[in-house]
């Protein structure tokens, strides 16, 4: 179980257009979701928190505006990069997290990998 | 002073030994504990979590929590080469909190 997917696994765009990436619970309802992105040899970089229904919450320094949140149900949730440029190249990760568990643990999905040229 | 902090390693174990990661967190209120494995090029995967003083044991998989000195560790025993990854400590804050507050990660290497 506590499966998440996410698609697509990589792309790459030009600079100035627009990416969707898709974050799905498969076998559970997510009532939170989260955005990360990681740079090589870094750790997780929090972007936003995301519940259904509702605003995103943008950590400090992320632009809204550039990366758009959408959690239209319990089991999806989307990440928009908007005009993307060469420097939000990055591995995007999300991940999801479920009031059934314990301890509120979140799982992640696999991962997309973005490439701005 | 991070909140949470690791030894960014590399971490060198034998094959067969026993792997020790270690994490201490600023929060004397954090709540929750987790650890993830991440392979390079892949994303984290939930190993474990603790909430409670004491050892939790899961397999060769060991959490150890001690709230007093504000530390969480990871043991594993009979160290095999696909456990070299990046481990992750994370910490849920307080209670209700929804996001977790990474550490750098430790990067371990098991040497046949």
């Known amino acids: 179980g506590a499966v998440v997917s996410q698609h697509p696994s990589r792309v790459i765009c030009k600079s100035g257009t627009s990416v969707k990436i898709e974050c799905r619970s498969l076998?559970?309802?997510?009532?939170?979701m989260f955005w990360y992105r990681q740079f090589p040899k870094q750790s997780l970089m929090l972007m936003a928190t995301?519940?259904?229904?509702?605003?995103?919450?943008?950590e400090q320094g992320v632009e809204k505006d550039k990366f758009l949140i959408n959690h239209a149900s319990l089991t999806l949730s989307t990440l928009t990069v908007t005009s993307a440029h060469p420097e939000d190249s990055s591995f995007y990760i999300c991940?999801?997290?479920?009031?059934?568990?314990?301890?509120?643990?979140?799982?992640f999905g696999p991962g997309t990998r973005l490439t701005v040229t | 002073q991070k909140e949470v902090e690791q030894n960014s390693g590399p971490l060198s174990v034998p094959e067969g030994a026993i792997a020790s990661l270690n994490c201490t967190y600023s929060?004397?209120?954090?709540?929750?504990f987790f650890w993830y494995r991440q392979y390079s090029g892949k994303s984290p995967e939930l190993i474990m979590f603790?909430?409670?003083?004491g050892d939790k044991e899961d397999g060769r998989f060991t959490a150890q929590l001690n709230k007093a000195s504000q530390y969480v560790s990871l043991l594993i025993r009979d160290s095999q080469p696909s456990d070299s990854a990046t481990y992750l400590c994370?910490?849920?804050?307080?209670?209700?909190?929804?996001?977790?507050?990474f550490g750098q990660g430790t990067r371990l290497t098991i040497n046949p």
């Open positions: 994370a910490v849920r804050r307080f209670q209700g909190a929804q996001k977790l507050v």
């Open positions: 076998d559970f309802q997510a009532t939170t």
């Open positions: 991940s999801a997290t479920t009031s059934g568990g314990a301890a509120y643990e979140q799982y």
């Open positions: 929060d004397r209120g954090s709540q929750s």
């Open positions: 995301s519940n259904e229904g509702s605003k995103a919450t943008y």
């Open positions: 603790i909430y409670s003083n």
